[in-house]
């Protein structure tokens, strides 16, 4: 399977494309269980000079691969950056629509797993957090246990306070993530990579039709009725 993974869920963002070699029976959920080669990653490390149309193309041309043979679109889903993650969904969406039936199929992961898994390939072993901004003086908070064999989450995804955060510092793990160095000078900075995303794909099935591919939200959305409108005296 050929799997063009975007990624643009934090300030750096990303491109891979990645191909399967391996795919040993009996082994989901393990990051480890599917062995994949990146054929290429275009990284950009400005978010707000990136074209993600440029660095896509980019890609498929250093990988050597055509549109056409793009299996499966992997997007990193959030949580994060709400423009980063609304384009990687929209790009998507179009390229799956544009394609018809038989065409790449999609897959949302998340790219708190994302970070989690890069922290395996970088050597960062034990019990991790993951950590990303949620404005609003709040943060995004999972935990995960990491070994060379693999990964697996140990606490679900949530909204946290600082405090929170101090509180599982203080228990042990290592603290990670895309900004973690903002309020944590003893975490590790982490980026979601799109190779990584990649991988990660390689060992999933839970493929999305283009209007299920939605952000991760963990706030409930309130809409507020506009008043009517005034009526000026004449």
């Known amino acids: 399977m050929t799997i063009l993974a975007i990624e643009f869920s934090a300030p750096q963002r990303s491109v891979a494309v990645v191909q399967a070699?391996?795919?040993?029976?009996?082994?989901?959920?393990?990051?480890?269980?599917?062995?994949?080669?990146?054929?290429?990653?275009?990284?950009?490390?400005?978010?707000?000079?990136?074209?993600?149309?440029d660095m896509i193309e980019a890609a498929l041309r250093q990988a050597q691969v055509e549109r056409e043979q793009v299996d499966c679109l992997a997007v990193g889903i959030g949580p994060g950056s709400y423009n980063g993650i609304r384009t990687a969904i929209a790009l998507a969406q179009g390229?799956?629509?544009?394609?018809?039936?038989g065409g790449a199929r999609l897959l949302g992961i998340s790219s708190a797993e994302c970070v989690a898994a890069q922290a395996q390939t970088e050597a960062i072993f034990g019990r991790v957090w993951v950590v990303m901004d949620a404005?609003?003086?709040?943060?995004?908070?999972?935990?995960?246990?990491?070994?060379?064999?693999g990964g697996r989450e140990t606490e679900p995804l949530r909204l946290a306070t600082m405090a929170d955060v101090q509180a599982c510092e203080k228990a042990g793990?290592?603290?990670?993530?895309?900004?973690?160095?903002?309020?944590?000078?003893?975490?590790?900075?982490?980026f979601p990579r799109a190779a990584t995303l990649g991988r990660l794909a390689l060992n999933r099935n839970d493929f999305v039709p283009g209007e299920k591919l939605e952000p991760i939200y963990l706030r409930q959305t309130n809409f507020v009725k506009a008043p009517p409108p005034r009526v000026l005296p004449r």
Request: no cysteine; net charge negative.
């Open 21 to 53: 070699n391996v795919q040993p029976p009996g082994a989901i959920g393990n990051w480890q269980s599917a062995i994949g080669n990146a054929l290429s990653e275009v990284i950009e490390t400005d978010a707000r000079a990136a074209n993600a149309l």
């Open 95 to 101: 390229w799956h629509l544009a394609g018809g039936q």
């Open 135 to 149: 404005q609003r003086n709040e943060f995004y908070l999972a935990g995960y246990e990491v070994s060379e064999e």
């Open 173 to 190: 793990g290592t603290i990670i993530g895309p900004e973690v160095t903002r309020w944590f000078p003893g975490g590790r900075l982490i």
